[in-house]
C-alpha cells in the first residue's frame, strides 16, 4: 500500500497569526463590542466561529482553499450572531493566503469571485434595505474580499517574477560554468597537440640514434648519434621553452612566444634528414602554396601537419624517397593542400615507440578549421600518403 504523507504541521507565523486572532476576537467579544446579530441566533454562536476561524488561519499555508472554505462558513455564522471584527481581519488574510499560497487556479478565480460577490452582495443590499446607504455595504464587502485578494495576486506576481529571475541567474552560471569547462578541455587538447608536435620528433630522432650507438661498435658511427642525440635534445628543449612561453603569454606574459611558419619548411626538412642514419631516405619539398599570405591558423596546422608527417617517416617509413607537397590556387579559392608521402615496405618495421597520437592531433588540427585529413596506404600499399585540405577563406583567417 502507498505510503501516506503526514500533513504539514503549521507554520509559526500561521500559528502567531491564528493566537493573535482568538485572543483578541476573545477581549471583544468579552468587553462586548460585537455588532448587532443579523438573525435570532445566540450570541455565544460568535465565539464558535471565532474558534473555527482561528483553526482555518492554521491551514492558510497547507491547505489555503480549505482554510477558506471554512473560514467562509465560519465568517457566515459570526455575521449572523453579532459580527467580532476579528473574525473578519483573519478571512481577509484567508482570501490574501489562498491567492498567495494556493494554485494556479485559485490565483486566476479567487479575484474574480470576490468581484462577483461584491457586486452581488451590493445589488443584493440594494433590493432589500432600498435605501442608498447599502452601497456602504457593497464597499465595505469590497474592502473585505477584493482588496486582499488583489493584494495577493500583486504579491504572488513579484514572487514569481523573483523565483525566475533567480532560476535564470542559475542558469545562466551553469552555462558559464559548461562554456569555461569547454574552454579549459579545447585548451589542453591544444596544449597535448602543442606537446606532441614539438618534442615527439626530436623523442624520436633521440631513440633512433641511440639505439644505433649502441648496436654499432664503431667510434666513429658513436660519434656521429652522439651529436645528433645532443643537437636534438637542444632542440627539444628550445621547443619546450616555447611552449612554456606560450603558455606564460596566456597568464598574461607581455610578449607573445613566436608561432612556426611555412618559411621553416625547409629547416624542418633538413632536420629530419640529420635525424636519420645514413641516407636511407630521400627527401624533396615542393612548395606550391603561390602568392598572397595564409591565415596564421592555416600555417600553424600545416607547419605542424608536416612535422608529425616526417616524425612519422623516421620512426615508420621504408627506405625511399620521401615527398612534402604544398598546393594551393590561390585564383579558384581552392584549399591549401598539404600532402606528404613515403614508401612502404612489404612488413614494415616501427622502429621507435608510438601511441598513434600524431594522427589523432593532425586530425583535430584539421577539423578545427572546417578541413578534410586522410592518412593511409596508397598505390596499391606501396605509398603512405598523408593528406590534408586546410580552407583559406575569412571564416579562417578570423579563427
Same mark, same amino acid.
Not at 184 to 208: F, K, P, Q, Y
Not at 257 to 270: F, I, K, M, N, Q
Not at 274 to 299: I, K, N, S, T, Y
Given at each position: 500500500?502507498?505510503?501516506?504523507?503526514?500533513?504539514?504541521?503549521?507554520?509559526?507565523?500561521?500559528?502567531?497569526?491564528?493566537?493573535?486572532?482568538?485572543?483578541?476576537?476573545?477581549?471583544?467579544?468579552?468587553?462586548?463590542?460585537?455588532?448587532?446579530?443579523?438573525? /435570532?441566533?445566540? +450570541?455565544?454562536?460568535? @465565539?464558535? &466561529?471565532?474558534?473555527?476561524?482561528?483553526? %482555518? #488561519?492554521?491551514? $492558510? *499555508?497547507? !491547505?489555503?482553499?480549505?482554510?477558506?472554505?471554512?473560514?467562509?462558513?465560519?465568517?457566515?455564522?459570526?455575521?449572523?450572531?453579532?459580527?467580532?471584527?476579528?473574525?473578519?481581519?483573519?478571512?481577509?488574510?484567508?482570501?490574501?493566503?489562498?491567492?498567495?499560497?494556493?494554485?494556479?487556479?485559485?490565483?486566476?478565480?479567487?479575484?474574480?469571485?470576490?468581484?462577483?460577490?461584491?457586486?452581488?452582495?451590493?445589488?443584493?443590499?440594494?433590493?432589500?434595505?432600498?435605501?442608498?446607504?447599502?452601497?456602504?455595504?457593497?464597499?465595505?464587502?469590497?474592502?473585505?474580499?477584493?482588496?486582499?485578494?488583489?493584494?495577493?495576486?500583486?504579491?504572488?506576481?513579484?514572487? /514569481?517574477?523573483? +523565483?525566475?529571475?533567480? @532560476?535564470? &541567474?542559475?542558469?545562466?552560471?551553469?552555462? %558559464? #560554468?559548461?562554456? $569555461? *569547462?569547454? !574552454?579549459?578541455?579545447?585548451?589542453?587538447?591544444?596544449?597535448?597537440?602543442?606537446?606532441?608536435?614539438?618534442?615527439?620528433?626530436?623523442?624520436?630522432?633521440?631513440?633512433?640514434?641511440?639505439?644505433?650507438?649502441?648496436?654499432?661498435?664503431?667510434?666513429?658511427?658513436?660519434?656521429?648519434?652522439?651529436?645528433?642525440?645532443?643537437?636534438?635534445?637542444?632542440?627539444?628543449?628550445?621547443?619546450?621553452?616555447?611552449?612554456?612561453?606560450?603558455?606564460?603569454?596566456?597568464?598574461?606574459?607581455?610578449?607573445?612566444?613566436?608561432?612556426?611558419?611555412?618559411?621553416?619548411?625547409?629547416?624542418?626538412?633538413?632536420?629530419?634528414?640529420?635525424?636519420?642514419?645514413?641516407?636511407?631516405?630521400?627527401?624533396?619539398?615542393?612548395?606550391?602554396?603561390?602568392?598572397?599570405?595564409?591565415? %596564421?591558423?592555416?600555417?600553424?596546422?600545416?607547419?605542424?601537419?608536416?612535422?608529425?608527417?616526417?616524425?612519422?617517416?623516421?620512426?615508420?617509413?621504408?627506405?625511399?624517397?620521401?615527398?612534402?607537397?604544398?598546393?594551393?590556387?590561390?585564383?579558384?579559392?581552392?584549399?591549401?593542400?598539404?600532402?606528404?608521402?613515403?614508401?612502404?615496405?612489404?612488413?614494415?618495421?616501427?622502429?621507435?615507440?608510438?601511441?598513434?597520437?600524431?594522427?589523432?592531433?593532425?586530425?583535430?588540427?584539421?577539423?578545427?578549421?572546417?578541413?578534410?585529413?586522410?592518412?593511409?596506404?596508397?598505390?596499391?600499399?606501396?605509398?603512405?600518403?598523408?593528406?590534408?585540405?586546410?580552407?583559406?577563406?575569412?571564416?579562417?583567417?578570423?579563427?
Amino acid at each position: 500500500m502507498p505510503s501516506v504523507r503526514p500533513p504539514r504541521p503549521p507554520d509559526r507565523f500561521d500559528l502567531l497569526i491564528a493566537a493573535t486572532g482568538l485572543s483578541g476576537g476573545l477581549l471583544l467579544y468579552v468587553l462586548g463590542l460585537g455588532s448587532t446579530p443579523a438573525a /435570532d441566533v445566540p +450570541r455565544w454562536l460568535a @465565539l464558535v &466561529a471565532l474558534v473555527v476561524m482561528s483553526g %482555518a #488561519e492554521l491551514l $492558510r *499555508r497547507s !491547505a489555503p482553499l480549505t482554510g477558506l472554505a471554512v473560514g467562509t462558513a465560519a465568517l457566515t455564522l459570526d455575521v449572523c450572531a453579532g459580527n467580532l471584527i476579528a473574525n473578519t481581519g483573519m478571512y481577509t488574510d484567508l482570501i490574501y493566503a489562498a491567492v498567495l499560497y494556493g494554485p494556479p487556479a485559485a490565483y486566476r478565480l479567487v479575484p474574480r469571485a470576490a468581484e462577483v460577490v461584491t457586486v452581488l452582495g451590493t445589488l443584493g443590499a440594494l433590493v432589500l434595505l432600498r435605501d442608498p446607504q447599502a452601497l456602504l455595504l457593497g464597499i465595505a464587502l469590497g474592502v473585505v474580499t477584493i482588496t486582499p485578494a488583489w493584494t495577493g495576486v500583486g504579491v504572488r506576481v513579484h514572487r /514569481d517574477e523573483a +523565483r525566475a529571475a533567480r @532560476l535564470e &541567474a542559475e542558469r545562466m552560471a551553469l552555462l %558559464a #560554468e559548461m562554456d $569555461r *569547462r569547454q !574552454a579549459v578541455v579545447a585548451e589542453r587538447a591544444r596544449m597535448a597537440r602543442e606537446l606532441h608536435d614539438m618534442v615527439a620528433g626530436h623523442l624520436s630522432a633521440i631513440a633512433i640514434h641511440s639505439s644505433a650507438a649502441l648496436s654499432l661498435d664503431e667510434p666513429a658511427a658513436s660519434r656521429e648519434a652522439l651529436g645528433v642525440i645532443r643537437e636534438n635534445s637542444v632542440q627539444g628543449l628550445a621547443e619546450m621553452r616555447r611552449l612554456i612561453g606560450l603558455l606564460r603569454e596566456a597568464a598574461g606574459a607581455d610578449e607573445p612566444a613566436a608561432t612556426p611558419t611555412l618559411e621553416g619548411l625547409d629547416a624542418l626538412v633538413e632536420q629530419a634528414r640529420r635525424a636519420v642514419p645514413g641516407d636511407r631516405f630521400a627527401f624533396v619539398l615542393h612548395d606550391g602554396r603561390g602568392p598572397g599570405a595564409l591565415p %596564421a591558423p592555416v600555417e600553424l596546422a600545416a607547419y605542424r601537419i608536416v612535422q608529425e608527417s616526417l616524425t612519422n617517416v623516421v620512426k615508420h617509413a621504408a627506405p625511399g624517397e620521401v615527398r612534402v607537397e604544398l598546393t594551393r590556387d590561390a585564383a579558384a579559392g581552392r584549399p591549401l593542400t598539404v600532402r606528404v608521402t613515403s614508401a612502404l615496405g612489404e612488413r614494415p618495421v616501427q622502429r621507435a615507440p608510438g601511441a598513434g597520437a600524431g594522427v589523432v592531433g593532425m586530425r583535430e588540427r584539421v577539423e578545427l578549421l572546417g578541413g578534410r585529413l586522410a592518412a593511409g596506404p596508397v598505390d596499391g600499399g606501396t605509398v603512405w600518403e598523408v593528406r590534408a585540405e586546410l580552407p583559406v577563406d575569412e571564416e579562417a583567417r578570423a579563427s
